[in-house]
């Protein structure tokens, strides 16, 4: 999959209920995979026969697995959205980091596998949107003046943000949250 980071260009996201519902299941199936085997080693038959889903209705939304993957992390994204306090970084950084904690095994599937990359590219991608869009708001709100450009500073965070985050889980979590989270709320 060509991945620009933009999983909205080609999944509307006000779908009737159908199609929302086949989102979901396919979204399941795959997070449900993950818990037992490496995304590499997960086909799109499977996620389909796990969902309960035809092949067609799967390719009718989606590309490929890494674009289904895609969306689920646009899905997160949106949950963690409901999280943000532009005036209190650390609500949603705890979120994020509480919800990749409770899906360890999915996540550490997910960072254990030649598509490393492109899982880092895709995280990368979903924290820059939202850190850029938290420190805009944030500029207004306050009326202060940051010392580089928001965008520089999002996708800087962001990179390290989830290169944090690989070490986090690829090492059991062996850093208490808590302690990730006062790191973490030291940046922008």
């Known amino acids: 999959m060509n991945n ?15 199609i929302t519902k086949t989102h979901k299941y396919l979204s399941n199936a795959l997070f449900s995979l993950l ?13 389909c026969d796990t969902a309960l889903v035809s092949r067609s209705s799967f390719y009718s939304s989606f590309e490929d697995k890494y674009h289904l993957l895609l969306f689920c992390l646009e899905e997160l994204k ?3 959205q409901d999280q943000v306090d532009y005036n209190n970084k650390t609500l949603m950084l705890d979120y994020a980091l509480s919800y990749i904690e409770s899906h360890g095994k999915l996540f550490k599937s997910l960072f254990n596998t030649e598509t490393t990359l492109e899982l880092r590219n895709m995280l990368i991608s979903v924290f820059h949107e939202e850190l850029a869009a938290f420190l805009q708001v944030k500029q207004t709100i306050n009326q202060e003046e940051f010392p580089y450009s928001i965008d520089l500073m999002a996708i800087f965070a962001a990179g390290g943000t989830t290169q944090l985050i690989q070490w986090w889980v690829c090492n059991d979590f ?7 989270l006062r790191l973490l709320d030291n940046f922008p």
């Open 174 to 180: 062996s850093v208490p949250k808590e302690k990730l």
């Open 35 to 47: 818990e037992k085997k490496s995304f590499n080693k997960i086909t799109v038959k499977e996620i």
């Open 78 to 80: 949106a949950e963690v």
């Open 4 to 18: 620009n980071g933009n999983v909205s260009k080609s999944i509307p996201y006000n779908l009737d209920f159908r």
